[in-house]
């Protein structure tokens, strides 16, 4: 059964579309998301606490092409706004507020990537 598309912040039909309506497609989809997003965001965590820029535009820039595969574009302005600070050097010590807001919206897309799955696999 494919769910309907009243999520707030991933865009089911960006996954429906590259899966094709197929429903083992979709699953693999978001497997690899839900594998993959919580390691890279852990590293941003890591390398915000750090101060390391560098690794910070590196996990920024990872994790917004993972949250735009997925049709989760709300990220992109935060993705941005840090990749920017980084490379001016000005507003760092907006940062770590920016990546706690990156943590929060990662769990809620996650909660919703799961409900997908659920009623995909159902």
Partial sequence: MMPENNYRYIDLETILEM????????????????????????QLILASGNNDTENIVFYVHKLKGSFNFIGCTLLTDIFLKIEAYCTSGEHME?????????????AEVTLELQDVMEKVSS
């Fill in 94 to 106: 907006e940062i770590p507020a920016l990546v706690a807001e990156v943590e929060k919206l990662a």
């Fill in 19 to 42: 899966a094709d309506g197929e429903s083992d497609f979709i699953i693999s989809i978001i497997s690899v998301y839900l594998t993959s997003i919580p390691e890279s965001l852990e």
